[in-house]
């Protein structure tokens, strides 16, 4: 699996965006980066997953960049309910397939 | 669309007990996975199956831990004898593709 690197904490006002970053730098051609989040006693919740293209859903947008070595979850206009903890994940191929591996995320408090 | 159910929400027994957690995933979603969440971590993988077929069950404690998927569906997760570091939420999760994966709320052990 490609290993991600993601800051442990980060802080936002309500109202602006939320931009939580993360390094994938041994990420290969054909692996997806996927981002998850998970409120306070939740499972997770899927959120958006991309390849090489910057995607969007109603939840978030994601920016990859050009070498594919890091990316940005995007939340344009962050909510108290937002505070969640954000996992960047890369998995695996070959032998390790479908593997989804959680790190220990970034902790994004919404303050107002 | 119904989510992944699980249950109970929540039991305490005491070491060297057995317990068992029962999961229903989405209707018609393949993949199935069992986590473990120890407060403060992120989620492990346990075991993934691909209908009734164990894809990854590297980091299940084989000695005490066993899961099954009857014919592809429901799945149950059985841990016996329990012991104290067994006590986590244990998440199941379901997905049709991809690692775009369905989360239930959990169940939470405590072992005393």
């Known amino acids: 699996d490609a290993k991600t690197t993601q800051p442990p904490s980060m802080d936002c006002a309500e109202g602006r965006a939320a931009n939580l970053p993360c390094n994938h730098s041994t990420i290969s051609g054909n692996e997806y980066v996927y981002w998850y989040r998970q409120i306070h006693s939740q499972g997770p919740q899927y959120i958006i997953h991309g390849l090489k293209n910057n995607e969007t859903n109603e939840m978030a947008s994601l920016i990859i960049t050009e070498d594919r070595k890091s990316s940005t979850l995007i939340l344009p206009h962050a909510t108290l309910r937002d505070t969640a903890v954000y996992y960047c994940?890369?998995?695996?191929?070959?032998?390790?397939?479908?593997?989804?591996?959680f790190g220990q995320g970034t902790i994004l408090t919404v303050h107002p | 669309e119904a989510g992944v159910a699980q249950s109970p929400r929540y039991k305490i027994i005491e070491k060297r007990q057995s317990v068992a957690f029962w999961c229903n995933p989405i209707?018609?979603?393949?993949?199935l996975y069992w986590y473990q969440q120890i407060l403060g971590q992120g989620p492990k993988l346990l075991i993934q199956?691909?209908?009734?077929?164990?894809?990854?069950d590297s980091q299940l404690p084989k000695d005490r831990f066993s899961a099954e998927r009857l014919k592809g569906v429901d799945s149950t997760l059985k841990i016996q004898p329990a012991k104290l570091e067994d006590s986590a939420v244990y998440l199941c999760?379901?997905?049709?593709?991809?690692?775009?994966?369905?989360f239930g709320q959990g169940t939470r052990l405590t072992v005393v």
């Open positions: 209707s018609g979603h393949a993949t």
């Open positions: 999760a379901s997905s049709s593709s991809g690692w775009a994966a369905f």
């Open positions: 994940i890369v998995p695996g191929g070959g032998t390790s397939y479908g593997k989804l591996t």
């Open positions: 199956f691909q209908n009734n077929g164990v894809v990854d």
